[in-house]
């Protein structure tokens, strides 16, 4: 069964061609460079960007996976959360795609997507596991009993991890988006250089918060004398992702150890970190533990993710209603 996934819920124009689930056929990406000059993504301007980039996006995505409209069985698209303009775009789109060569259609959770790159990549991995979910707008740990059935065990109480990583690297001069940047400067740097707070570590939830350790490093910053900060960026930048990641595993792992869960996933643009990556395998000591992540052009949005999670779910439902809408605040329980 071929599906067709399109993902414009932020700044990605990206269409893929997935064969039964599990095998992609193409995953082709435009992430939006405009927005840099913004500090940040502008819903505008990336549903402008996406209006002239979905049909090229869509015609390169047949033409590397060598099929046709009329040889894809099932049309997927993102249909929540994420920004309503770009959603509406890629939604849209996908209908008229779905009606046009009478194809069923099935609305996708952008969440369920991240859990389903997983499943996509890792044959290996349980029915039921854990998966930490982390990008720039979701912080998220949520028990997998099977695909389509999820419990939240806790989030965030304000900024998404990802969010702090890229705003951390904007005040630092990084530049946007920082997030990975700021990674790859921290590998040279001295990660006890300064004790920056990990918030709520020690409470016995699995909430997040990272509106302070953001907010710690730019009062840091300020207190700086002049010249300091280049001499000491790469530390800072490690201090700082050492305190982000720090909260995030030791949450994970406790939350894994509790529930008797022993696959874990990561999900979403952060589990690219290579810091997240190393400290999980660094404290996953005991062999009954896996640990599982996405290949990086996987953790990033993406529709291969939307066309596997797609094919899972009209399995599992069959066809979406084409009357569908976009949904921004959709949660992962509403999948």
């Given at each position: 069964?071929?599906?067709?996934?399109?993902?414009?819920?932020?700044?990605?124009?990206?269409?893929?061609?997935?064969?039964?689930?599990?095998?992609?056929?193409?995953?082709?990406?435009?992430?939006?460079?405009?927005?840099?000059?913004?500090?940040?993504?502008?819903?505008?301007?990336?549903?402008?960007?996406?209006?002239?980039?979905?049909?090229?996006?869509?015609?390169?995505?047949?033409?590397?996976?060598?099929?046709?409209?009329?040889?894809?069985?099932?049309?997927?698209?993102t249909m929540g959360p994420g920004l309503v303009g770009p959603l509406l775009v890629g939604l849209t789109f996908a209908k008229g795609l779905a009606f046009g060569a009478s194809k069923p259609f099935v609305a996708v959770n952008h969440?369920?997507?991240?859990?389903?790159?997983?499943?996509?990549?890792?044959?290996?991995?349980?029915?039921?596991?854990?998966?930490?979910?982390?990008?720039?707008?979701?912080?998220?740990?949520?028990?997998?009993?099977?695909?389509?059935?999820?419990?939240?065990?806790?989030?965030?109480?304000?900024?998404?991890?990802?969010?702090?990583?890229?705003?951390?690297?904007?005040?630092?001069?990084?530049?946007?988006?920082?997030?990975?940047?700021?990674?790859?400067?921290?590998?040279?740097?001295?990660?006890?250089?300064?004790?920056?707070?990990?918030?709520?570590?020690?409470?016995?939830?699995?909430?997040?918060?990272?509106?302070?350790?953001?907010?710690?490093?730019?009062?840091?910053?300020?207190?700086?004398?002049?010249?300091?900060?280049?001499?000491?960026?790469?530390?800072?930048?490690?201090?700082?992702?050492?305190?982000?990641?720090?909260?995030?595993?030791?949450?994970?792992?406790?939350?894994?150890?509790?529930?008797?869960?022993?696959?874990?996933?990561?999900?979403?643009?952060?589990?690219?970190?290579?810091?997240?990556?190393?400290?999980?395998?660094?404290?996953?000591?005991?062999?009954?533990?896996?640990?599982?992540?996405?290949?990086?052009?996987?953790?990033?949005?993406?529709?291969?993710?939307?066309?596997?999670?797609?094919?899972?779910?009209?399995?599992?439902?069959?066809?979406?209603?084409?009357?569908?809408?976009?949904?921004?605040?959709?949660?992962?329980?509403?999948?």
């Open positions: 069964m071929l599906t067709l996934g399109i993902e414009t819920s932020c700044d990605e124009t990206s269409v893929a061609v997935v064969r039964d689930g599990n095998t992609i056929l193409s995953n082709v990406i435009l992430t939006q460079v405009v927005h840099s000059k913004f500090g940040g993504v502008v819903p505008e301007v990336a549903s402008r960007a996406h209006l002239k980039t979905i049909i090229p996006i869509y015609d390169q995505a047949l033409e590397q996976a060598g099929v046709g409209l009329g040889d894809i069985d099932l049309v997927a698209a969440m369920e997507g991240h859990l389903a790159a997983n499943i996509l990549e890792h044959a290996d991995l349980d029915q039921s596991h854990l998966c930490l979910i982390v990008s720039g707008g979701h912080t998220m740990l949520a028990e997998v009993k099977r695909f389509g059935e999820y419990e939240i065990l806790g989030g965030t109480r304000d900024d998404a991890v990802g969010e702090a990583f890229d705003k951390v690297a904007k005040i630092m001069g990084l530049g946007y988006p920082g997030g990975h940047r700021l990674d790859g400067l921290a590998q040279s740097g001295n990660p006890d250089y300064v004790r920056f707070p990990r918030a709520m570590m020690g409470q016995k939830n699995y909430t997040f918060s990272y509106s302070g350790v953001k907010t710690a490093v730019a009062l840091y910053l300020e207190k700086l004398e002049q010249g300091e900060l280049e001499r000491h960026k790469a530390d800072i930048a490690a201090s700082f992702q050492e305190a982000a990641v720090e909260v995030l595993v030791e949450k994970t792992l406790r939350a894994a150890r509790e529930k008797r869960l022993y696959h874990i996933a990561l999900a979403g643009g952060v589990a690219a970190n290579t810091r997240l990556r190393k400290m999980f395998q660094e404290r996953l000591n005991n062999k009954k533990y896996r640990l599982f992540w996405p290949c990086v052009e996987l953790c990033t949005d993406n529709a291969a993710m939307i066309a596997a999670a797609g094919y899972y779910r009209f399995q599992r439902d069959g066809p979406s209603d084409l009357t569908v809408n976009a949904v921004p605040y959709l949660r992962l329980t509403q999948a």
